[in-house]
């Protein structure tokens, strides 16, 4: 059963781009509350698309770098990548149904 992922600055491009599957990754704060409403979600997808899908967390207070990168101003911001390349984001908290819609556009 697999389990998201910890992301972060040091190891992030290398997920990205040594990745066979799609990234979901998750810039999210501990602070932040929808953040909490959001990670049980991940949880069940990461284990429900085990092979399909790579889900990561990226803590924002700790990696700030990588937020930046990608323009991060408001959390919970979800980027799904291909190839290591951005494809499309969500941001704020979605339920379940929302994620695997969003998910599904691009597995």
Known sequence: MSKPIEL???????TLSGSSVP?????????????????????ELAAELDGKLTIGKLDVDS???SAAKQNVMSIPTLILFKNG???????????KNQLQEFINEHI
């Open 85 to 95: 390349q951005p494809v499309d984001q969500r941001i704020g908290a979605l339920t």
């Open 63 to 65: 990696n700030r770098d």
């Open 23 to 43: 990234v979901l990754v998750d810039y999210w704060a501990e602070w932040c509350g929808p953040c909490k409403m959001v990670a049980p979600v991940l949880e």
């Open 8 to 14: 972060t600055d040091d190891n992030l491009e290398e």
